[in-house]
Structure formats: structure tokens, C-alpha cells
DNA sequence: TATGAATGAGGATTCATTCAT
DNA sequence: CATGAATGAATCCTCATTCAT
């Protein structure tokens, strides 16, 4: 039923970002964004089924972009490592230069619904998919350990920076989140490192702890 | 002027853990949380300043005896590499033994409103403190990279264990998650590891991308 | 302003017709009319002066041909038992032929507002006023009791005649409407026959309630 | 979960129909009933699901009060045609005495939509029952004709009591509705005699009522 | 004449909190 | 200490109507 393209479409949808960025999301009424969209609170529901609507479109729309520029960027290097190296650094990057669409994708989106979690939930498996690939590359190309699973190297990558940036917005931003993109890359590229001759020599004891 | 002891104090935190992670954050009403606790709406009043105030006691309830049994496991225990360990299986042990725990403060209370999720940090920072004393002695024993900022590893170290049972919650705890403390641990100490001789030889290009 | 006429003109009236029968009073917005109709919404406002004046336009143009038929019928015929006849025969005749309008009429748009059954009733009046021409006729002709209010009468005929087809409706129209032709035409003429000598003998005691 | 009793919730069913027959169904907030009834709107729905909800209550709780009433009055008079008279005048009483419930019941729920109307015909089957069994009654005492169906002579009956005090409601009571009983009564009786050879003497008189 | 995108006023309902008992 | 009936502010969405094309 929803007109999902043209010209209003997308200036709600920026609207939809500055108000909540502003005002918080449970601040941000639909008669506020229309207000700063310019156009009737009515018009809103010719493109959007409803409230909800437009923050799982605003996250759909944003993040597909996200995820396809990181994709693009990553396909003009060659390495493994160069590839990881893209991806942290456009991951920050976009942030950095959007601090509106950080504070609602980090903060403000996370205190949706639960419908609204799950219309995220979707779209973000794209970009689990992305950075799955990369790892899949990686130990392909034995630069990864390839005893460790997928989809957990997968978790740990997308934690650190989900984590990084949502700190990073915390902390109001008084930092240069670009700054960070090196150490990062180091951390994650240690950590799934194939060293080949090292060993493992740590005995892992059962806890004693009863809880 | 709300008696934060008693009996009911505590009958209250528990009702409102499992009510909201049976119902959801948003549809966990104080009327539900008073007839699960067995006390009269008013009677919640008594215990605490207004709902957030529940929400809000209730992590710092259960973060601080959390961070608090955390802190003694890791006490028992002697080198830095033994203490990660576990860092990470106790993490993961205490929601595992509580699942209506890490729904709510994996899923439900994120999505609650900016006074919550602040009173929430406060707690929260006790236990990026206890990390970051482990980071600190890593480094000290030079088991650890002295180059990396202790908080962004912190960040690291944290947003990896945070990720890692989200994700276990988000697939309806189907799988073990105490299966992840080993592949997890070695995740960490692997990126954090000052191995001596290696060089990072990656030459970092500038991104040519034009966001 | 509005054109009353043309082939749009009888379109939307059937439109709204179809519409209402279908959807229901409070579910027939105008945009549905015109796509039922194949026109614009705007060009509903060519023709009419607003929505309400759609209804009572509706009922206006039906009714009156309608009445029109009815009194074409009855002038058929001669007696005035045979014009009751008839006038029985053509009401339920023509719901039964019509089943949308019978539900339009019947029950849809009993729930319009004040305005709406206010531009009914100007248009009903002539329905009353050709009942009340008959039970003149009849009283002149001596076949109806001439101290009974014509206008009671003719409520007590239209009563009958209205409840009768609107209790058929409700009943999802599964019997014959024109079965009842013979018995309500019974029940109609015995009501209002004048028998001459007769006289009542049972003495109407006053009511001792009291309420 | 709506307590259906108690003094506020006659007080709201009260105010609902005073402002319902002031303002119309249509502009008949909740707010404006609530305000009536000197209560908060939030009280409201403690004592009702919704605001369809309070039309049927209200239609529920007066018209089972009054079918109640016709019925005592009834069982008061031996005779098949005292108990049609009481029918008659009971019925026309009820509103004479009530306008306020008259304008609401003969015109203004109406209006009402399709599950109100469900809610409301449930109740008012009853009403039919005890108009069927008077005609039951009638039949076996062989004062009706036998050979009219049951439901069609409820609906006769039914039909001019509601037609003629809709229309005398419309007529804005300007004249006096207990006048009409006799007529009525009269035209009723009649209708459904089973005169045999016998034959109807009854000289009407003028009413005497005077409410 | 005809279109249909845009408008914006209007209202039922929820639920955290209070306070008389 | 405890109760729970009562409060009332706050908001998403619908849809009849307009008017630039």
C-alpha cells in the first residue's frame, strides 16, 4: 500500500533521523518528523505503513547503502587482510561522517520494539553475511584459523566494532573514531590469525565455582 | 524515600525479571509486575521512586553481584591467561544458569529510554573497570600489546562477550554457550598476545572512497 | 456547483451502492467509491456536494423510482383491497430484486448521521403521503375505519412493511420475501377494516403500574 | 475484566445516554460522557472494554429492565387482550416517560455500527420472545388466527410499536404518545382476530392517559 | 472535465502514579 | 505498611476534501 520511492519518501526518512537523533526515540512523535520533513503528519502514511514502518525502512534503506558501499570497497583491494582492513575502516568511517545515524542506529533503534528488532534483523544479516564471506576468504586463503567457527569469528568481528562505535557515541563523540581503525585491525587480525607452529600450551582447569 | 530492602524489594526485582522477559519491555505494565510480586500496585511505591527506578535497580542488583562473582573466580586463580578464561566463563556461565536474566538485559532493557540505559552504565562501567585491571595486568606481565589503548581492548574484550550472547539469546539459547568459552578465549588472547618478534607488514593505504 | 446528472453521475450512485452493501456504512470511504466507480476521488466532487450528499442523493433517486413504480402499480388496479395488494406486492418485490439496495436501505444507512436520515426523510414523506392517499381512499370507500388517525395507519402499514423486510435482511435474505406477501396483507386488512355493527365489550381496566 | 457494576457504572450509562441524546452518537466523546458522569475518561474503561462497549451495556441493562417490567405488567391481566393492551402501553409508557432514552434507542444507536447492532439484537430477541409468547398464548386461546405464522405476527406487533414511536420521536414528541394506545391496539388486535363469524364492536374512546 | 497527491483536524485508549482508607 | 480504585495527560492514524496540473 505504501509508496516506498520518490522525493518525500526520502526526506522523511531524513527527517526521521535528525528528530530521533535529537529528541530521543520515544521523543520523536510522528508530527515532529513530519514538521521537519515539511509536509503534512497524513502524508507520512502515503509512504509508511506506520510509525514503526519508518524506523525499520530508515534502518533498511541506510544500512543496504552501508552494506553495499563496504562491499564495493572491499572489492577494489586484494588481501585478506586488505579486505578486513576496508571493512573496519568503512564501518567507522560512515559513522564518523553520519553522527545523527550513529546516535539512532546505536542508541536509539535499540530501544525499539521488538517488531521493529526483528525488521532490523534482516537487513543486518546482509551485513553478517559480508563479513562471514570475508572470514570464509580468509581461512580459504589460510590466513584464518580455520578451526574456529564461522559464525563466531563473525560475532567477534561485528562486536568489537558494534561495541567500538556505540562507545565511541557514548562518550559523545569526543574522540576520533577513524583513530581506532589500526588498533582495531590489529586485534581482530591477531586474534583470527594462523600462526601455523604456535601451540596452544594453556591447560584449561574446570572452575571450582558453584554458582 | 523508597526503602530499597526488605522482602519485597527483592520479590519485586524478581517479579519484574520474569515478566519482562515473558512479555517484553514494552508490555510489561506495573500492574503485571505487582500481581507477579504478590503486592498491590501502590505497594511498588514503597520500594522504589518510579518504574525506571525498577528497571534500573534491578541491573544494578544483579550486575553487581554478577561483577562481584566474576571478580572473586578470577581471584582464585593466578596468571593473566587464567583469569581471562575466567572472565569469559563466568560471563557466559551466569547467563546461561538464567536465561529470563539475559533476555532482559540482553534484549528488553535495551530498548528502554535514555534515563535507564544511563543508569545502567553507571553499573555497567564496574565491570569495564574489572576488565580493564585484567588488561592492565596483562600489560604489566607483558602478556599483553603495551601499545594498545587498554580501553579500546577493554572495548574489544567486552563488545566480543557481549555480542556472543546476544546472538546466543537471539537464537533462542538452541545451542551450548559454554561450548563458546574456548574458542572465545583464544579469539581474545590471540588478538591480545605481544608475541615478540612478529611485525605487522601491511602497508595501510589511504581509502579512496568518496562516501 | 454540483452537476446532478450524467453518466459519472449514476455510476457512483451504483458504485456506493455495491460499496456500502458490501463493506458496510463505516467501512465505504470515498476512495473506494470511486474505484468501484473508475473515477478520480476528486471527480466524486464534480457531482456531488460532499459524501453525505452521495447517500442522500442515493436514497433520493431510488426511493423515488421507487414510489414511482408503486404508484404505477396501484393505479393499475381498481379496489382499494387490491391496491393494499399491490403496494405489498411492489415493496417486498423490489428489495427482492434488489438485494444491495435492501441492505443499503434496510440497515447501512439507518447508521448515517442526523443530516444524512434528515435528507432521507424528506424523500420518504412521499412514500408516506401515497400509503396515506390509499388509506383515504379507503375510508372513503368505507372499507377502512374512519376514526382511526390516517396518519397511525400509515404508520402501522409502513411499520409492518419496513420490519418485515428488514428482519428479512437480517435473516441473510434465506427465505422467500414474496411469501409474505399474502399473510401481511391479511394481517394489514383485517387491522384496518371497518366491520360496521360490531362493537367492543372489553372494558381497558387503568394500568396499576408503577414505574 | 470491565466490572460491570457498581454506582459509577450507572452513573456512566446514565451520563451516556444524556449526552447521547444531546449531542448525537456521532459527537458523543468519551471524554464529553466521562464529563457527565463526573468521572475521569480513564475510569471509563475500568468499568467498560470500550466505547461500543458502554452503547451495548446501556442498550443491555435499560432494555432488560424494561422487557422485565412489560413482563411483571403482563402476568398482572388475564386475558390474551389485556396482556396485548399492557404490551402496548407498557411499551409506549416506557418512552414517554424516558425521551432522553427514546431519542437514543429509536434513533441515535441506530447509527451505531455492526457490532454494536449484534450486541444490541441479542437483547433484543428477548423482547420478540415475550412478544411470541403473547401471540402463542393468543393462538391457543384462539383469539389469533392460527394459520399467520408466529414470527411474522411478532414482527407486525413489533413493527408498529417501533415504527410509531420512532416517528413520534421524530415528530420531536410534540403530541401524546398514550394517546396512541388505544388506536393501536385496536389496529393489532384486529390484525390478528380470528373472528369466526364474529365480529368487532369496539367503539374507541378517547385516551385518558396523561403522563 | 478529470485527476490523485497532499492535507490536517480530530478522538479513543493506555498506564504510571496518587492517596484515601 | 499496604491497598487498589481513580486519575488524566499524551499520541498515532484515518479519511473527507482540496487544488495544481
Not at 502515503?46 to 547503502?65: G, P, V
Not at 567477534?156 to 569526543?174: A, C, N, P, Q, R
Amino acid at each position: 500500500m505504501a509508496k516506498k520511492t520518490g522525493e518525500k519518501y526520502h526526506a522523511i526518512i531524513d527527517a526521521a533521523i535528525k528528530v530521533i537523533a535529537k529528541n530521543g526515540y520515544h521523543n520523536s512523535q510522528v508530527t515532529k518528523i513530519a514538521r521537519m520533513a515539511k509536509v503534512a503528519d497524513g502524508t507520512i502514511y502515503l509512504y509508511f505503513d506506520n510509525k514503526d514502518d519508518i524506523l525499520i525502512s530508515l534502518f533498511r534503506t541506510k544500512m543496504s547503502e552501508f552494506v553495499e558501499r563496504v562491499r564495493q570497497e572491499m572489492e577494489l583491494v586484494k588481501t585478506v587482510e586488505e579486505k578486513l582492513y576496508q571493512l573496519i575502516y568503512m564501518h567507522f568511517k560512515q559513522f564518523a561522517l553520519d553522527p545523527d545515524l550513529a546516535i539512532v542506529t546505536q542508541i536509539e533503534l535499540r530501544q525499539s520494539n521488538r517488531e521493529i528488532r526483528e525488521g532490523i534483523g534482516v537487513t543486518l544479516k546482509k551485513y553478517h553475511q559480508l563479513i562471514e564471506e570475508l572470514v570464509q576468504l580468509g581461512i580459504e586463503k589460510e590466513k584464518f584459523h580455520k578451526k574456529i567457527d564461522i559464525r563466531l569469528i563473525r560475532q567477534m568481528i561485528f562486536g568489537i566494532l558494534d561495541e567500538t562505535v556505540t562507545s565511541w557515541v557514548m562518550k559523545d563523540m569526543k574522540y576520533d573514531l577513524l583513530g581506532l581503525v589500526q588498533p582495531v585491525y590489529f586485534l581482530v587480525i591477531n586474534g583470527v590469525s594462523d600462526k601455523g607452529e604456535e601451540e596452544v600450551t594453556y591447560e584449561f582447569k574446570e572452575s571450582k565455582s558453584r554458582i
